[in-house]
Structures are given as structure tokens and as C-alpha cells.
């Protein structure tokens, strides 16, 4: 499965953004899916995800920020990041069972 990510960029703290991923056929509706983060120098951490029902989690430090979603077709997911902050520069993988995206790198300045 080849997922392609999108929507990375440079933002001012306080901004946002909203990333996508996309993948053929309707893999993000029958699986679970997540979206991952590696700050530089820090290992990768789990951000987000979506159950196959719909049930979100996130890590504590993006609850009320962050809102992962998928379209109804269930082939593309994305993460609305909201109220940016310098600690959130990293870059983001979508992850869906054992494949990755390539990675979208997200700059927040201060």
C-alpha cells in the first residue's frame, strides 16, 4: 500500500494546519490508522488515531489542538493541527497496519 502525505509547511506559533494522507481503496475505513511524529533528535511518538468505528485518541500534549479524520470513501485521513506551538516541529508519518507515508515535515516558528 503506498500512502502519499501532504499539507507539511512553516507556520508562526498559534497558527495551523491540516495534514493529509492518502492511499487507494478504502484501507483508512477498515483499519485502524494513526498519525506519527519525530521531533529533531527525538525518537517518534504517537500523535493521533482512529479506530475503524471512529473512536480518537491523542497524546495528552495535542488534546484540544489536534483533530484526526478521515473522508467518507475512507482512502484519505487527515490531522487539523490548531494553535501550533514551537514543539510541535517535526515531521509527521500516517500509518496505517505495517505501512508508513514518507513523512511531511511541519515548522512552527516562534
Known amino acids: 500500500v503506498q500512502l502519499q502525505a501532504s499539507g507539511g509547511g512553516l507556520v508562526q506559533a498559534g497558527g495551523s494546519l491540516r495534514l493529509s494522507c492518502a492511499a487507494a481503496?478504502?484501507?483508512?475505513?477498515?483499519?485502524?490508522m494513526n498519525w506519527y511524529r519525530q521531533p529533531p533528535g527525538k525518537q517518534r511518538e504517537l500523535v493521533a488515531s482512529?479506530?475503524?468505528?471512529?473512536?480518537?485518541n491523542y497524546v495528552d500534549s495535542v488534546k484540544g489542538r489536534f483533530t484526526v479524520s478521515r473522508d467518507n470513501a475512507g482512502n484519505t485521513i487527515y490531522l487539523q493541527m490548531s494553535s501550533l506551538k514551537p514543539e510541535d516541529t517535526a515531521v509527521y508519518y500516517c500509518?496505517?497496519?505495517?505501512?508508513y507515508g514518507p513523512g511531511t515535515q511541519v515548522t512552527v516558528s516562534s
Open positions: 500509518n496505517v497496519k505495517q505501512w
Open positions: 481503496g478504502s484501507i483508512f475505513r477498515l483499519n485502524s
Open positions: 482512529m479506530s475503524s468505528l471512529g473512536r480518537m
